[in-house]
């Protein structure tokens, strides 16, 4: 199993706080991404990192926002949670070779969050 | 807008049949398709990769890749218990190809 861990792995918070979840791999895989999936809408990507200190938004970013100050680390944050939040976030890796389209995405076990 | 199609299901399916999963795309310049198979409570994980038309085969499981019909479905051949989980279908944006575009999964059941 490609070596990602998740923190925490469950949380429950209230409306209004702030949330710093934490994805942590051990593969030194350039590319990693935060997803959330809820029930009805398999994965959506809310952003993503081809580097340390490089990402960009997926579709559903407003809310969040995330960092990646070292390959190993990308954290999401949600500045000021609301109930809508409430899901489960997937932190993803990948590597792929330049040229190629094979984008074999590995994921962490999941953190579920609930938001009051 | 790019979308990425599946039934919902569930899909219930006898111990020992064939389980066909299937799964459409809008985007004609995508060129890789993933299966990936997530079980209740757990993280996705990786069964099939397929990129050329036709069918690809890994023991139990075959893709088969329509470009043309936009198209890529997944057969499980004598379907076991172990089988029953969601089924994802993830294809690959052209011009970014470190992201991907899912599927919301088809729930497959496998009755014993």
Redesign the interface.
């Known amino acids: 199993d490609a070596g990602i861990t998740q923190s925490p792995r469950h949380k429950v918070t209230e409306t209004g706080t702030p949330v710093t979840l934490r994805c942590h791999q051990t593969e030194n895989h350039r590319?990693m991404y935060w997803y959330r999936q809820d029930p009805?809408?398999?994965?959506?990507?809310i952003h993503?990192s081809?580097g340390v200190k490089d990402t960009d938004k997926?579709e559903v970013s407003d809310g969040y926002s995330v960092s990646r100050s070292k390959t190993e680390d990308f954290l999401l944050t949600l500045e000021s949670a609301t109930s809508s939040q409430t899901s489960v976030y997937?932190c993803a890796i990948?590597e792929?070779m330049a040229g190629?389209?094979?984008?074999?995405?590995?994921?962490?076990?999941?953190t579920r969050l609930t938001v009051l | 807008q790019k979308e990425v199609e599946q039934n919902?299901g569930p899909l219930s399916v006898p111990e020992g049949a064939i389980a066909s999963l299937n799964c459409t795309y809008s985007d004609r310049g995508s060129?890789?398709f993933?299966w990936y198979r997530q079980y209740s409570g757990?993280?996705?994980?990786?069964i099939m990769?397929i990129?050329s038309n036709g069918d690809k085969e890994d023991g139990r499981f075959t893709a088969q890749l329509n470009k043309a019909s936009q198209y890529v479905s997944l057969l499980i051949r004598d379907s076991q218990p172990s089988d029953s989980a969601t089924y994802?279908c993830?294809v690959?944006i052209p011009r970014s190809?470190?992201?991907?575009i899912?599927?919301?999964?088809t729930k497959l059941i496998i009755k014993p």
Not at chain 1, 40 to 45: A, E, I, K, Q, Y
């Open positions: 590319y009805g809408h398999g994965l959506r990507l993503y081809y997926g997937f990948s792929i190629s389209s094979y984008n074999e995405q590995f994921f962490g076990p999941g | 919902s060129q890789s993933f757990k993280s996705p994980e990786l990769f990129y994802l993830a690959n190809n470190y992201q991907l899912w599927g919301a999964g």
